[in-house]
Antibody, heavy 124, light 108 residues
Framework: QGQLQESGPGLVKPPETLSLTCTVSNGSISIYYWNWIRQPPGKGLEWIGYVDYSGSVIYAPSLQSRVTISVDTSKNQFSLKLRSVTAADTAMYFC??????????????????WGKGTTVTVSS | SYELTQSPSVSVFPGQTASITCSGD??????VSWYQQRPGQSPVLVIYQDRKRPSGRPERFSGSNSGNTATLTISDTQPVDEADYYC???????????FGGGTKLTVL
């Protein structure tokens, strides 16, 4: 069972760039899909996007103009950059491992391993 | 983008069955996953592909998906089950993940 650990600054000034890294241990990053999800204080989960081992990415439509997710297979890490942050980007940020597939009926996607999360506050 | 709707809260007494629903357009044509998030913790997968249970999850957790509604059922609900529960589906049209707004389960 893999383990994930988020790291990065806990405080970011607007309108700078939020940068986080997720380190994958006890497993290879060269399979599965690697996700970022966030949760504003007292609110629900918001999926940000994912990257696969080859660097192919999918972003949430609402954030795609400001987000970059990348992977470094040599370090077993993947990263999130969110540009032009505002107070609305204050949240707990989680990384998670995703599994995707197809059955005879339709496609599926779920996230089976999550990091503990890291709190990011956007404030001047 | 694809929208999933959950009731904000559900309350049950210990030992009762809790039903948490998730609604979406033609949801039966998509696979639904469910996550449990206890206060101060990260989410944990409890059901995937509508009704499959990950290794180590209690058999009390089960799932179904029919029509426009998916349901997470918790039998013999225990105080330790008190948490927020989120449904999630894959939107193949936009190739993106959709989460429901979450349901707070209170065990009275």
């Amino acid at each position: 069972q893999g383990q994930l650990q988020e790291s990065g600054p806990g405080l970011v000034k607007p309108p700078e760039t939020l940068s986080l890294t997720c380190t994958v241990s006890n497993g290879s990053i060269s399979i599965y899909y690697w996700n970022w999800i966030r949760q504003p204080p007292g609110k629900g989960l918001e999926w940000i996007g994912y990257v696969d081992y080859s660097g192919s990415v999918i972003y949430a439509p609402s954030l795609q103009s400001r987000v970059t997710i990348s992977v470094d297979t040599s370090k077993n890490q993947f990263s999130l950059k969110l540009r032009s942050v505002t107070a609305a980007d204050t949240a707990m940020y989680f990384c998670a491992r995703g599994k995707k597939g197809l059955t005879v009926t339709t496609g599926f996607y779920f996230m089976d391993v999550w990091g503990k999360g890291t709190t990011v506050t956007v404030s001047s | 983008s694809y929208e999933l709707t959950q009731s904000p809260s559900v309350s049950v007494f210990p030992g009762q069955t809790a039903s948490i629903t998730c609604s979406g357009d033609n949801l039966m044509n998509r696979y639904v996953s469910w996550y449990q998030q206890r206060p101060g913790q990260s989410p944990v997968l409890v059901i995937y592909q509508d009704r499959k249970r990950p290794s180590g999850r209690p058999e009390r957790f089960s799932g179904s998906n029919s029509g426009n509604t998916a349901t997470l059922t918790i039998s013999d609900t225990q105080p330790v089950d008190e948490a927020d529960y989120y449904c999630q589906a894959w939107d193949s049209n936009t190739a993106s993940v959709a989460f429901g707004g979450g349901t707070k389960l209170t065990v009275l």
